[in-house]
């Protein structure tokens, strides 16, 4: 909020005075929220393979799934994402920083929560788009069979497809083969779900495929960062009044109960109050233990934590700039450096023509 005085008094505006630096506040929903319009409530897309962690998953394919670098996700049990922490969250999110804008200052997610909140690898091999792979011999490849049109879009295919096809194992299949077919079914599950859900939350594209071939190389990706970026980009997209929904891993956004002692609600203005009225002081800056006492998964990466840095997720493309949340990392906040966002990255999408977007 900014303020603004004139022969009449004192005149209150919402958002910035200056735009040089918060450039989109005109088509940002906190100027509907300040014009006093319908509240929307935000809704978290998401189809959890398993609502009982690792109990819900096939025995088999555990041990290639840890191999993978996802046995953390598999053991995370069902936990609800407040409608009315994610509206707030998003209406302190801005699109030109990547950092949640509040009263006592600047924070965000990091690479350092995602390692520490999930376990998945943030440094690696990109996971980045190289081209367009035939997804029907990828399928027929890497799953033993190729989904039937019906249960396709474009390049997706229905979750509930991989579900009936590849949610439960029988007891005497043992070919590892087989088994890691199941496994990679399994992923994308999770990923079409939980990590990188999309708008239907009903499907999951065939083109992560290409990077499930060989167990021993997919955990050497940087999942991590690339499920960061996704969310970046999600939360950006959601700051629009019309969005409706907000896709992605939504439930790092339970880092905000590390960083404060907030109850659980699904008020909007309940958290609207609470995040008007909370300090600097009052800010966990660091909750995670010391990374000595942390298992290796957790602390993989740790070296480009405050690093800025693209955060690459296919075609996406979102900065990590934690230079501008330096007290999350136990340092003194100086005047940070421009954003690195350029005003027409989140017009890259996979919905143009081929070999044009």
């Known amino acids: 909020m900014a303020s603004s005085s004139s022969s009449r008094g004192m005149r209150v505006t919402c958002g910035p005075v200056d735009d040089d630096l918060l450039s989109l506040q005109n088509i940002h929903v906190s100027q509907h929220v300040w014009n006093r319009e319908e509240d929307k409530r935000l809704i978290a897309r998401r ?8 109990a819900g998953v096939p025995q088999q394919i555990i041990p290639l799934l840890d191999q993978a670098g996802f046995g953390w996700i598999t053991r995370l049990n069902y936990i609800k994402v407040s409608p009315g922490l994610l509206t707030t969250l998003v209406e302190h999110w801005r699109p030109e920083t990547h950092t949640f804008h509040m009263p006592f200052g600047e924070c965000t997610i990091t690479l350092q929560d995602v390692g520490m909140l999930v376990g998945l690898p943030v440094d690696g091999e990109p996971v980045l788009s190289r081209g367009i792979p035939n997804i029907f011999g990828l399928a027929e490849e890497l799953l033993g069979v190729v989904p039937p049109q019906s249960e396709i879009k474009g390049h997706r295919v229905r979750l509930s497809w991989l579900t009936a096809n590849f949610g439960d194992i029988a007891d005497d299949i043992d070919d590892v083969h087989v088994l890691a077919r199941y496994a990679r ?43 960061l970026g996704y969310l970046y980009r999600n939360l950006c997209t959601s700051t629009d009044y019309k969005t409706p929904t907000c896709d992605g891993f939504t439930l790092l956004l339970q880092w905000s109960n590390t960083a404060t002692k907030i109850s659980m609600s699904d008020d909007i203005k309940f958290y609207r109050k ?82 044009d977007d």
């Not at 189809?47 to 690792?54: K, M, V, W, Y």
């Not at 939350?201 to 940087?222: E, G, M, P, Q």
């Not at 990392?329 to 350029?342: E, L």
Request: glycine letters at 6%; a positive charge; hydrophobic letters at 40%.
């Open 47 to 54: 189809a959890t393979p398993t609502r009982t962690g690792i």
């Open 274 to 355: 609470y995040f008007d009225r909370t300090t600097r002081k009052s800010i966990i800056w660091q909750p995670y233990p010391p990374v000595e006492q942390m298992p290796g998964d957790c602390t993989q990466g740790m070296q480009i934590w405050g690093s800025i840095i693209p955060l690459l997720c296919l075609c996406i493309c979102e900065w990590h700039q934690p230079d501008r949340v330096m007290r999350q990392f136990g340092c003194q906040q100086p005047i940070p450096n421009p954003p690195m966002t350029p005003t027409n990255v989140h017009a890259l999408t996979l919905r143009g023509k081929v070999e």
């Open 185 to 227: 079914a399994w992923i994308l599950r999770y990923l079409g779900g939980v990590l990188v859900p999309d708008r239907s939350s009903a499907y999951v594209s065939l083109r992560w495929l290409v990077f499930l071939r060989d167990f021993d190389i997919i955990r050497t990706y940087a999942w991590g960062a690339a499920v």
